[in-house]
């Protein structure tokens, strides 16, 4: 595997169910990060990781929750989430926090009926 | 303001042409600029990025940076349906990483 990947590609969960968001970087970088994309909407800056640790928090509800457990996965833990929440969801990383160019993953279409 | 401010579009040009997208930035100190290029449904992919002013230049697109007018621009050449897309301009000021909006371009054959 090589760049930034992310599983699973596609998912439609109920606004009941808790699901999680897989992302993993082949990089060697440090900082990772989560956004959201609406459509027809720009990007949206969710969380900031930097080794490990997370240092930004762009006022995300609750239900959305980050875990970072080394400097290459980085999961988004989902739970009784709304429809208002459907979109894409990107992880990207870079080489260090607000250093060098952002690389993107391929992204989760995600869909809450 | 923003931090980075792009006029979202749509812009069109012919099968050819030379496609021109511009962008502006608020803080002077700001170092790094970058262009992405997001294709309908797909995430974005880095284009070129620039961190000194005057142009660079790789293939067809040619980034440019002008530090005292504080704006980033990218020169597509020979524009083909396929740089039919969403290009973003982002920038690094201080440790944080900004995104533009995004302007939709669209290639006319």
């Known amino acids: 595997e090589t760049g930034v990947t992310q599983t699973p590609r596609h998912l439609v969960m109920g606004m009941t169910n808790k699901k999680s968001l897989k992302c993993e970087q082949h990089l060697g970088h440090n900082a990772m990060y989560w956004y959201k994309q609406s459509a027809k909407k720009p990007l949206e800056l969710m969380f900031v990781?930097?080794?490990?640790?997370?240092?930004e928090n762009n006022s995300v509800p609750s239900r959305f929750s980050p875990e970072c457990p080394n400097s290459s996965h980085l999961f988004l833990h989902l739970h009784t989430l709304q429809p208002e929440d459907s979109a894409l969801y990107l992880c990207?990383?870079?080489?260090?926090?607000?250093?060098?160019?952002?690389?993107f993953g391929p992204g989760t279409r995600l869909t809450v009926t | 303001q923003k931090e980075v401010e792009q006029n979202s579009g749509p812009l069109s040009v012919p099968e050819g042409a030379i496609a021109s997208l511009n962008c502006t930035y608020s803080?002077?100190?700001?170092?790094?600029f970058f262009w992405y290029r997001q294709y309908s449904g797909k995430s974005p992919e880095l284009i070129m990025f620039i961190y000194s002013n005057g142009d660079k230049e790789d293939g067809r697109f040619t980034a440019q940076l002008n530090k005292a007018s504080q704006y980033v621009s990218l020169l597509i050449r020979d524009s083909q349906p396929s740089d039919s897309a969403t290009y973003l301009c982002?920038?690094?000021?201080?440790?944080?990483?900004?995104f533009g909006t995004g302007t939709s371009l669209t290639v006319i054959p």
């Open positions: 803080d002077r100190g700001s170092q790094s």
């Open positions: 990781y930097s080794l490990e640790e997370r240092v």
């Open positions: 982002a920038g690094i000021t201080g440790n944080q990483f900004y």
């Open positions: 990207a990383s870079s080489q260090e926090r607000g250093f060098g160019e952002q690389y």
